[in-house]
C-alpha cells in the first residue's frame, strides 16, 4: 500500500497549498481520500488525473470536500474518462451532497459521478482495498476508515474526537494517519477532533506501528505538534506534508 499526502492544511490553504487530500495506492488502483480546497490542482501537478479510480471523503466539512466537483470533472470530462467516477461517503450525505451541487447550479456534475454511502461497520470492496468505516465523533456525520490489502492495515480517522470506533480500528495498524488539531482536551471533545498528545497516548496503547498526524491550522507548528505527539507516543511521529510518499 503506498499512501501519498497531497495536502494537510484546515480549515483554509495558505498560499500555494491545499487542505486535506491523500491518495492510497494498491496493486495500481489509486483511490483519493478528501478533495479539499486545491486538491484538483494537487491532483494536477502531480500527474495523477488519469489514475484515479475513485474518491472517499469522510465528511462534508469544506477542508476536505471543496474541490470535489473540481477533481470530478477533472478525471471524467477533462480526461476523457467514460465511466462515471464512484464517490463514498458517509451514510445519509449522498443527498446533502445533492443539495449543495444543485444549489450550486452544478447538477451536471451528477451526470459524471456514481455515489454510493458506505454503511458503518460494514466491510466494502474498493478495487483491492477492503473497506470498514466506524462511526467518527463528530459535528457532521463522519467516518473513520481501515483499509486492509495484500495483509496491510492503514487506518485514516478523517475528523473525530476520541470514541469507541476510533479505539476499536486502530489495534495493530501498520500506519495510522490521524488529524491532530492543536485544541485544548475540552474543546477537542467538544468539537470533535483529538490533540497531539491524547492521540500519541491512544496509539501507543493500541500498538499501532507508525503514527503519521495531519490537519493543521494556522499559525501551528507541524513539526511542534510532532513533536508532542512523539513523546505520548514513545516512538517518532511524523507530521504530514504535500510530497510526502509512503510505503505501508
Ligand atoms: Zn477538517
Redesign the pocket.
Same mark, same amino acid.
Given at each position: 500500500m503506498e499512501l501519498f499526502i497531497l495536502g494537510v492544511e484546515?480549515?483554509y490553504p495558505r498560499r500555494g497549498r491545499a $487542505?486535506?487530500g491523500y491518495t492510497l495506492m494498491q496493486e495500481g488502483f489509486l483511490l483519493v481520500l478528501e478533495t479539499g480546497f486545491g486538491i484538483h490542482r494537487r491532483l494536477a501537478e502531480e500527474g495523477l488525473l488519469d489514475r484515479v479510480e475513485g474518491i472517499l471523503l469522510s !465528511?462534508l !466539512?469544506c477542508? !476536505?470536500s471543496a474541490d470535489l466537483p473540481a477533481v470530478i470533472l477533472g478525471v471524467t470530462v477533462g480526461r476523457g474518462r467514460k465511466e462515471p467516477l464512484p464517490v463514498y461517503l458517509p451514510p445519509g450525505e449522498v443527498a446533502r451532497l445533492r443539495e449543495w451541487l444543485c444549489a450550486c447550479g452544478f447538477a451536471f456534475v451528477l451526470e459524471h459521478t456514481d455515489l454510493r454511502e458506505l454503511a458503518y461497520d460494514e466491510p466494502t470492496a474498493i478495487g483491492p482495498f477492503r473497506v470498514t468505516m466506524g462511526r467518527a465523533a463528530h459535528s457532521l456525520p463522519a467516518g473513520i476508515f481501515t483499509f486492509t490489502a495484500a495483509g496491510t492495515k492503514f487506518v485514516y480517522t478523517?475528523?473525530t474526537g476520541d470514541c469507541p470506533p476510533l479505539r476499536a480500528a486502530i489495534p495493530g495498524a501498520d500506519l495510522l494517519l490521524a488529524?491532530a $488539531?492543536p485544541l485544548r482536551p475540552e474543546e477537542a471533545a467538544v468539537k470533535g477532533h483529538l490533540t497531539a498528545p491524547a492521540l500519541g497516548e491512544m496509539a501507543r496503547a493500541a500498538g499501532v506501528r507508525r503514527l503519521v498526524i495531519t490537519?493543521f491550522m494556522p499559525g501551528e507548528e507541524p513539526a511542534a505538534l510532532a513533536e508532542k505527539a512523539t513523546v505520548a507516543f514513545g516512538a517518532p511521529v511524523t507530521a504530514a506534508e504535500e510530497g510526502l510518499h509512503l510505503v505501508i
Open positions: 484546515s480549515p $487542505t486535506l !465528511h !466539512h477542508d !476536505h478523517g475528523d488529524e $488539531t490537519h
